[in-house]
């Protein structure tokens, strides 16, 4: 099985800030990867597909990029409507990462 | 406008049955794998299945295979995902997701371009 961890867990950051999440695999997955926001309650929404492909209507402020093994998400200026959990999957097996929450600091 | 809108919360005691639905409307239902996913109580995501309605193609993940059954009825764009015996460990949100065309050839489940509203299930005696 291919593992999924993301890093931090658990991020602080402010409105205008540059934040970075990681997420690694345990063996190389090309760019199968995605990236997902959720908010409390509701659905996941994709951002990022093929690793760095933006999905239709996400804000620019949002990118990706990596491939085999290690893969980063960046909101280049945290946003009010950004905080919320962002989960990676490699879906060439449908894995999840446990998440990163991003909250105010 | 692509929706996925799937059927209310349920309360269950072990052991019962159950089967929840997700119904797609607004693109071809039958050209786009449907997936599900689990969310345990303030936990991440897990996807446990997808089925290709045009054809009943499914494909299961290793942790979830015997465990549900996936279907589809593609006469009323709907996807499935029963349970022949729940345990309270079930207790969680499903979500039904679409599967997005990024590939020409089967790339894996995913990337998932719309999700349902997702359904909880609740077991308990």
């Known amino acids: 099985d291919i593992q999924m961890t993301q890093s931090p867990s658990t991020l602080s950051a402010s409105v205008g800030d540059r934040v970075t999440i990681t997420c690694r695999a345990s063996?190389?997955?090309?760019?199968?990867l995605a990236w997902y926001q959720q908010k409390p309650g509701k659905a996941p929404k994709l951002l990022i597909y093929k690793a760095s492909s933006l999905e239709s209507g996400v804000p620019s402020r949002f990118s990706g990029s990596g491939s085999g093994t290690e893969f980063t998400l960046t909101i280049s200026s945290l946003q009010p409507d950004d905080f919320a959990t962002y989960y990676c999957q490699q879906y060439n097996r449908g894995t999840f990462g446990q998440g990163t929450k991003v909250e105010i600091k | 406008e692509v929706q996925l809108v799937q059927s209310g919360a349920e309360v269950k005691k072990p052991g019962e049955s159950l089967k929840i639905s997700c119904k797609g409307s607004?693109?071809?239902?039958?050209?786009?794998?449907i997936g599900w996913v689990r969310q345990m109580p303030g936990k991440g995501l897990e996807w446990m299945g997808i089925?290709?309605?045009?054809?009943?193609?499914?494909r299961y993940s290793p942790s979830f295979q015997g465990q549900v059954t996936i279907s589809a009825d593609k006469s009323i764009s709907t996807a499935y995902l029963q349970w022949s015996s729940l345990k309270a460990s079930d207790t969680a949100m499903y979500y039904c997701?679409?599967?997005?065309?990024?590939?020409?050839?089967?790339?894996?489940?995913?990337?998932?371009?719309?999700w349902g509203q997702g359904t909880l299930v609740t077991v308990s005696s």
């Open positions: 607004g693109y071809s239902f039958t050209s786009y794998w």
């Open positions: 997701a679409r599967r997005g065309k990024y590939y020409d050839f089967w790339s894996g489940p995913g990337p998932f371009d719309y």
């Open positions: 063996q190389s997955i090309s760019s199968w």
């Open positions: 089925i290709y309605p045009g054809d009943s193609d499914t």
